[in-house]
C-alpha cells in the first residue's frame, strides 16, 4: 500500500489549493496519519473512498480526542561573545507559550476490496469551545453515522452535515461531553427538578418567616 | 406527556408508505419495543413506525447500559483496563482480553511466546464456538420456539464454561491474557478435556439447520446487499452473510491463523437465514482450527519472562490494532502520552456499528420478523452501550 506520503502527495496533486499533512506517529506501529484541512475533507474522503489504487471503502473506527491546552517550552539558544575575550558562550534561553488546545476526529480507513489499510484521517477543531465544527463524513462512509453521533455526544464536536446529529449513549436532556478532559461530574446524576421543588420555592417567597431555613437545591 | 405521530414524509429513506390516514387503513402507529421487552437481548429500545403490520420507520435508542467504559478506562492502569474488557461483550471475554492485549502488545512492541499464541487461537475458537451456539438457540428464540433451543445451547455452552472455568477460575469474566503472553498455561488435563469437547461438539446443530419453520422465519427476510454492508461498517459473520468474504484472521493474518487451515464462509443472499447459515459453517471450521491447533500446541513458556504488567508504561504513540471477534471486527484504539495511563481509549465495537443498517434491513417487514432481524445481527448491549 502507498505510504501515508504518497497519499499526501496525490491529494495534493488533486486538491491543489488544501492543506494536508503528515502527523508522523512516533510509536513502534508507526501507524501515522494524515492531517485533513476542515474545508475540502468531505471532498478528499470521497476521492479516497474511489481512487482506484486506494479504494478505502471500509471505514472501521471513528473517535473523537481531546487535547488540552498545553505549555511548550521553544529552546534557542544563541552564541554570546565572552567580553573579556575568552571563547564565545553558547547559551540556552527558554520560553514558554501556551498551545490552544483541540479537538480530534480520527477516522480508520481499510479496502475490503484491495485489502490493505489502516490509513488514519485526522479533523481538528480550532479550538475547545462549546460548538465546534468539523464536516462530516457520514455522506461518504454510512459506518460513520452512529460513530460521529458518539464523537458528538461525549466530546462535543458538531459535525456539519450529519443527516441526524442526536445523542446516542446519554439521554437527551444532557448538557455536558464526558468524555472530555476537563469534565466534571455533578453530585447527582438522577437529579431532575420536580414539582416539588418548585412548591417549596414559591412557599418560601410567599412565607418568608414560616419557611424553613432556606436549603437550596442543587443544581442539575 | 404528549408525543406527536410522524407524518408520512418524515419517513426513513427508502420507507413507502402505502397508505396513511385513510378510512381503510388507519394512522401510523408509533411504538416503543423495549428497553424491557424479552426480544431485544438486554436493555434495547426501538421507535418503530408501523403501517398497519409494516415498519415503516425504525430508530434504534441506545445507552442504557452506558457507563462510559472508555473514560473508565483513560482513568484506568493498562493492566486495570483488562478485567473490564470482560465486560464489553460479556459473552466473548477470551476475544475481548485478546484484542487489547493485542493491541498494548502493538502500541508497546512487545512479542508473545510461541505456546501463548496457540493458547490463544484455541482460546478464541472456543469462544466463537460458544457464541455461534447461543446465536442459535437466541435466534430460535426470537422465532417463537421457547425455551427449548435455548437450554439445548446453553448445554452445549456450559461444557465450553467449565473449560475456560477450570483455566481461568471463571466462567464468563475470564481475565485470561496478560500483555506478553496468557495468565496461566494449560495442563495436559485441560487439552486432554478441550479435545473431548471439540469432538463431541455439532449434534446440537442437527436438530436446527432443516428446520422447516427456521428457514420459513428467516429466508428472504432482511435483506443486505453488499455494497451497503462495506459502506455501513458491518463486520463479522454478518458481512460475510452478504457474500463478502472479508475474515481478518485472513486479511490482517495476526496471531498463527497464516499456519492454520481453514475456511471463509461467505452466503449468497445476504439475508437473515445466510446470517444464520454463516455462522454455523464457521463453526464448523472452529473445529478444524482447534482440532489443528489443539494437534501442533508447542511447548515453552505462556508469558514472556521480559513482560512488565505491573507499572506498566507504553512509549509515546498510538495504534489502532482489531481481531476478528464472534461478533466482527473488535478494535481497540489507544494513545500513549510516556504515562501509567492511556491518553485515550477506545474501543471499535462491533455489534453497536452493525446496527446501523437495523432500521434498513426492517423497511417492509412485519413487526414479528424485526425481532428475528434484530436477532440475526447478534448484539450483546454490554458492548453496543459501554
Redesign the interface.
Same mark, same amino acid.
Given at each position: 500500500m502507498e505510504t501515508p506520503d504518497q497519499i499526501r502527495d496525490r491529494l495534493l496533486a488533486r486538491f491543489p489549493g488544501a492543506s494536508v499533512a503528515v502527523v508522523a #506517529?512516533?510509536?513502534?506501529?508507526a501507524?501515522h496519519s494524515l492531517l485533513l484541512g476542515s474545508g475540502e475533507a468531505r471532498a478528499m474522503a470521497e476521492f479516497l473512498r474511489d481512487s482506484p489504487g486506494l479504494r478505502l471503502? &471500509?471505514? *472501521? #473506527?471513528v473517535?473523537g !480526542?481531546d487535547w488540552l491546552d498545553r505549555e511548550v517550552t521553544d529552546v534557542a539558544s544563541k552564541t554570546i561573545p565572552d567580553p573579556a575575550g575568552g571563547p564565545p558562550k553558547l547559551v540556552e534561553q527558554r520560553t514558554k507559550r501556551l498551545q490552544p488546545g483541540y479537538l480530534e476526529v !480520527?477516522y480508520?480507513l481499510y479496502s475490503?476490496e484491495l /485489502?490493505h489499510g489502516?490509513v !488514519?484521517l485526522r479533523l481538528r477543531t480550532g479550538n475547545r469551545s462549546d460548538r465546534v465544527a468539523v464536516p462530516s463524513l457520514t455522506p461518504v $462512509? /454510512? *459506518?460513520?453515522? &452512529?460513530?460521529e453521533r458518539e464523537v458528538f455526544d +461525549?466530546f462535543g464536536v458538531v459535525f456539519d452535515g450529519h443527516p441526524d446529529l442526536r445523542r446516542? +449513549? @446519554? $439521554?437527551d436532556e444532557f448538557k455536558d461531553h464526558? @468524555?472530555r478532559k476537563d469534565y466534571v461530574e455533578p453530585d447527582d446524576y438522577e437529579w431532575e427538578p420536580t414539582p416539588h421543588a418548585d412548591v417549596l420555592a414559591k412557599a418560601r417567597r410567599h412565607y418568608p418567616a414560616a419557611a424553613p431555613a432556606a436549603k437550596e437545591e442543587p443544581a442539575p | 406527556m404528549s408525543f406527536s405521530l410522524p407524518s408520512p414524509l418524515e419517513s426513513a429513506p427508502g420507507a413507502r408508505v402505502r397508505a396513511v390516514r385513510d378510512p381503510f387503513h388507519g394512522d401510523l402507529l408509533e411504538v416503543s419495543m423495549g428497553p424491557h421487552h424479552p426480544s431485544t437481548h438486554g436493555v434495547f429500545r426501538m421507535n418503530v413506525t408501523l403501517d398497519g403490520e409494516t415498519v415503516v420507520k425504525l430508530k434504534p435508542v441506545f445507552g442504557y447500559l452506558h457507563r462510559n467504559h472508555e473514560k473508565i478506562g483513560e482513568n484506568a492502569s493498562y493492566l486495570g483496563s483488562m478485567p473490564y474488557t470482560d465486560r464489553l461483550d460479556y459473552l466473548c471475554s477470551m476475544t475481548n482480553n485478546w484484542a487489547y492485549a493485542l493491541a498494548v502488545e502493538r502500541l508497546s512492541g512487545q512479542t508473545v511466546p510461541e505456546r501463548a499464541e496457540y493458547l490463544r487461537v484455541i482460546l478464541a475458537e472456543l469462544t466463537r464456538l460458544l457464541n455461534h451456539t447461543c446465536f442459535a438457540g437466541f435466534i430460535l428464540q426470537d422465532c417463537g420456539a421457547s425455551g427449548t433451543p435455548l437450554m439445548y445451547a446453553f448445554r452445549e455452552r456450559e461444557k465450553i464454561l467449565d473449560l475456560f472455568e477450570s483455566l481461568s477460575g471463571s466462567r464468563m469474566m475470564c481475565n485470561f491474557q496478560r500483555f506478553g503472553g496468557c495468565r496461566a498455561d494449560a495442563t495436559p488435563e485441560w487439552l486432554e478435556a478441550a479435545r473431548a469437547l471439540v469432538d463431541g461438539y455439532g449434534e446440537f446443530e442437527e436438530l436446527l439447520t432443516g428446520n422447516e419453520i427456521l428457514m420459513a422465519r428467516t429466508q428472504g427476510v432482511g435483506r443486505l446487499p453488499a455494497k451497503l454492508a462495506v459502506g455501513a461498517g458491518i463486520t463479522g459473520p454478518m458481512l460475510r452473510a452478504s457474500g463478502v468474504g472479508y475474515d481478518l484472521r485472513k486479511v490482517d493474518g495476526y496471531g498463527v491463523y497464516p499456519r492454520l487451515d481453514f475456511r471463509v464462509p461467505v452466503g449468497a443472499d445476504g439475508d437473515t437465514y445466510d446470517r444464520y447459515m454463516v455462522r454455523v459453517l464457521e463453526m464448523r471450521e472452529s473445529i478444524k482450527i482447534l482440532r489443528q491447533a489443539l494437534g501442533t500446541l508447542p511447548g515453552g513458556p505462556v508469558m514472556d519472562p521480559k513482560a512488565r504488567l505491573r507499572g506498566f508504561r507504553a512509549k509515546p504513540g498510538e495504534v489502532y490494532s482489531r481481531i476478528e471477534g464472534p461478533k466482527g471486527e473488535i478494535g481497540f484504539f489507544l494513545i500513549s502520552d510516556g504515562g501509567p495511563n492511556p491518553y485515550r481509549y477506545r474501543v471499535r465495537p462491533p455489534s453497536f456499528i452493525n446496527l446501523t443498517v437495523l432500521e434498513d434491513l426492517c423497511l417492509g417487514h412485519s413487526i414479528a420478523d424485526t425481532v428475528v432481524i434484530l436477532g440475526s445481527i447478534d448484539i450483546v448491549l454490554g458492548e453496543v452501550d459501554r
Open positions: #506517529n512516533p510509536g513502534p506501529a501507524q471503502d &471500509f471505514c *472501521s #473506527n473517535t !480526542v !480520527v480508520h475490503v /485489502r489502516p !488514519v $462512509w /454510512r *459506518s460513520c453515522e &452512529f460513530q +461525549l446516542i +449513549l @446519554m $439521554w464526558p @468524555m | -
